[in-house]
């Protein structure tokens, strides 16, 4: 029987899916209206590269820039053919909006938690993988959310065992992503009894031959980041999503937040849910009350997440149609604690 070492191992994917909200998240309004439809194009452009490539990434340093934008120019040009030199923009517009993990674009990689987890879904019964630690933006809880026995999950948990979370904690969850890419190197390690999923045998694992390709644990990555990634998704949410469309204020990253803020945030997503939060930040994009199109006063994230607010926004109060605020009493009644 021929043997199976030489056989290359499969990073990338062969299809992915797609969502029917895609194209219409709000994070794409400032940049279609600068470049049309070159620029959801370009995205499914950068997909198609990054599910077909490693599967959860892409190389965007300096001297890949260039390539990658011919690449793009020539998947998605016609009789019109897009410059590469635009491309290269709206990349840069879709990072600025978040379609792209800020950190990991500034480092030279494009990602997002959203292609990871598409990524972790569709690998989940592999049994090999070659995790970059140091840009895998998953935290534990997203991994079982989607599968809970997946090799990347046992490789992530076997890597972070090893670690002295105490000692090892870098200030910022993602000062790792600073290092140049390139410069990093790959650790093949044979699969050992500790690697071994729990549907394999010792004997199956060692007549397969497979292999686990994992990045050492040079640091906890932003998997585990100490200022949590969810609270910063929705601080990036609201920037992106709600202030920037709206001129309202932006919020700093997690990292610098007051305790009082962090400890409402945290509050707020435990007993709405995430996807709540999220759809109360849509109803104040539209609310023209809330974004002061309808007069001087205008909301902030921090009148946002107080619970008497945030309930009052889920229920409408502020939508256009139920907004019935008669003019020069709202600071009255906001100082009787009427709102």
């Known amino acids: 029987m021929a043997s199976k070492r030489g056989r290359p191992r499969k990073t990338g994917l062969d299809w992915f899916p797609f969502e029917l909200g895609l194209l219409t998240d709000r994070k794409f309004r400032v940049p279609r209206a600068h470049h049309g439809p070159a620029a959801a194009l370009t995205y499914l452009a950068l997909l198609t590269l990054i599910y077909q490539d490693k599967g959860y990434y892409l190389d965007y340093c300096e001297s890949e820039r260039e390539d990658v934008a011919l690449d793009v120019s020539d998947l998605i040009s016609g009789r019109d ?29 494009l990602t997002s938690r959203r292609i990871q987890k598409t990524y972790y879904n569709a690998v989940s019964e592999r049994k090999s993988a070659n995790i970059n630690w140091d840009i895998w933006l998953l935290s534990e809880a997203d991994m079982r959310d989607i599968n809970q026995t997946g090799l990347i999950l ?8 090893k670690l002295e979370i105490g000692n090892n904690r870098p200030n910022n969850s993602q000062s790792k992503l600073k290092e140049k890419i390139t410069n990093q190197t790959t650790v093949q390690n044979k699969t050992t009894k500790n690697t071994i999923p729990d549907n394999l045998t010792e004997d199956e694992v060692v007549e397969n031959d497979e292999e686990i390709s994992v990045m050492p644990p040079s640091g906890i990555s ?29 919020v700093r990253d997690v990292d610098h937040w007051s305790r009082k803020r962090t400890k409402q945030v945290r509050a707020l997503v435990e007993s709405e849910g995430e996807a709540n939060v999220f759809d109360a930040f849509d109803q104040v994009a539209a609310s023209d009350f809330l974004t002061g199109r309808s ?5 902030d994230f921090d009148w946002v997440i107080q619970p008497d607010n945030f309930q009052k926004i889920v229920e409408g109060r502020y939508s256009n149609a139920q907004t019935v605020e008669p003019k020069g009493t709202f600071y009255d009644r906001l100082a009787r604690g009427e709102i």
């Open 154 to 161: 046992k490789c992530y948990l076997q890597a972070h065992e």
């Open 81 to 109: 053919r897009v410059k590469p030199e635009e491309i290269m923009a709206i990349i840069e517009e879709l990072a600025e909006r978040a379609l792209f993990d800020k950190d990991c674009f500034a480092a030279g990689v």
């Open 295 to 299: 007069g001087k006063w205008r909301c």
């Open 222 to 250: 932003g998997a585990v980041a100490p200022h949590d990634n969810g609270l910063q998704k929705i601080a990036d949410l609201w920037n992106f999503h709600v202030a920037q469309v709206t001129d309202l204020a932006t």
